[in-house]
């Protein structure tokens, strides 16, 4: 079973100017859009201020999507207008998969799903999921999504610091076939944003131990996104930066099959 991935936006929130002018209509690789993922044509990780726009780009039409999976409320996650938008678009009710504390606005045509932490959901009759805890602004109410379809597993984590302790443990033998991970912080040491948010030698740190608990393996794709294009070089040189580590770098625009 696959994972067929759109990257609508692959940036934290530091957003470059030319995303309103020559970059209006287009994706560019470091003029990245907030963190926003379709996958499988119908579930959408977030939906942020530029959601609509990266969907109209990539001629995604709103009304195809039936699940929206929220990794927190922050507002380059979280923007109710846009979320308003595409459940008004959707033939039933869009349901939007949430942090069971998340206060969540008052929403027309949405069904809210709670999700407790550790706590495997079915979504359908091939997709599960289950919310983990995330090293974040805990008035955001963060949390990972570890999807599950037919034993092939994809980890979303962004954003978020390190991993808490009950989450860590969770990915146990876990076997990811895909991990896309919080890379805010470039590749220095000595940011304040460490505490919930990671940098390149801090994954560099962490995949000895993801493999050491069996998270990941040899054949697991690990993806950073949730980039500051100003903690980071070019798109380019990020690329080469981290592929001794055997990392990718997603970008907007970015399709990808798992």
């Not at 969540?104 to 045509?109: A, D, F, G, R, T």
């Not at 895909?178 to 919930?196: H, I, K, P, Q, S």
């Not at 903690?231 to 099959?257: C, M, Q, R």
Request: charged residues 20%; glycine residues 6%; negative net charge.
């Amino acid at each position: 079973m696959t994972y067929n991935l759109t990257f609508l936006g692959t940036c934290a929130a530091n957003f470059s100017k030319k995303l309103q002018n020559e970059c209006r209509d287009c994706f560019d690789k470091d003029a990245r859009r907030a963190s926003c993922v379709l996958f499988n044509e119908r579930f959408l990780i977030d939906c942020g201020p530029h959601a609509l726009d990266s969907m109209r780009i990539a001629g995604v039409n709103p009304g195809q999507i039936t699940d929206l999976f929220l990794t927190h409320l922050h507002d380059d996650h979280f923007n109710p207008d846009n979320v308003q938008t595409v459940a008004s678009a959707a033939q039933r009710p869009l349901r939007v998969w949430v942090s069971a504390d998340a206060k969540m606005p008052p929403l027309e045509n949405v069904v809210i799903m709670p999700m407790e932490p550790r706590t495997t959901l079915t979504v359908n009759d091939e997709l599960t999921v289950t919310g983990l805890a995330a090293n974040h602004a805990p008035e955001s109410y963060p949390q990972h999504l570890l999807f599950e379809r037919e034993g092939k597993k994809f980890l979303y984590s962004c954003d978020g610091g390190w991993f808490l302790n009950p989450s860590f443990n969770y990915l146990r033998k876990s076997g990811l076939a895909l991990w896309v991970v919080d890379a805010t912080c470039g590749d220095y040491e000595g940011d304040f944003r460490m505490a919930d948010h990671n940098s390149i030698p801090m994954i560099r740190l962490m995949l000895p131990s993801m493999r050491t608990i069996g998270a990941i393996n040899d054949d697991t794709q690990v993806y950073l996104s949730h980039i500051a294009p100003s903690l980071h070089k070019s798109h380019d040189e990020t690329v080469e930066i981290v592929k001794p580590s055997g990392l990718h770098v997603a970008y907007d625009g970015l399709v990808l099959s798992v």
